[in-house]
């Protein structure tokens, strides 16, 4: 379409350009808010990485008995791996959880 055409879309002023990324369009805005703040996901709030920190650390109790256990009988022993997984595991998830609540309180973001 000409762009002295009448029934030609009209480019708003605060729009600065397209952006293409591979398949989409992305509309670039010459002025973006500061005020806007960010939204998170409810399994993302300070409560539910507590609350997981506290099953993780339950889960790591568990394991750590299930791996004595199992590394004090010769029946048991070839299943020891499960536990040691578990240890694995949990430990990960507590880790990150505990970093991830640091930067929270480190940076002043108490959700």
């Known amino acids: 379409m000409r762009s002295d055409d009448p029934g ?4 708003p002023e ?13 509309l670039l805005m010459e002025s973006t808010p500061v005020f806007r703040k960010s939204i998170l996901p409810w399994y993302d709030t300070n409560a539910a990485c507590w609350f997981l920190l506290v099953v993780m650390a339950a889960v790591l109790v568990f394991a750590i008995e299930g791996l004595r256990i199992a590394a004090g009988s010769d029946v048991y022993r070839p ?7 578990l240890i694995a595991l949990s430990s ?13 309180y480190r940076h002043g973001s108490h959700l």
């Open 8 to 11: 030609a879309p009209t480019r």
């Open 14 to 26: 605060n729009i600065r350009s397209f952006v293409h990324y591979g398949y989409r369009q992305v």
């Open 79 to 85: 299943h020891a791996w499960m536990p040691f997984l």
């Open 92 to 104: 990960a998830v507590c880790v990150s959880l505990v970093v991830r609540l640091a930067k929270r």
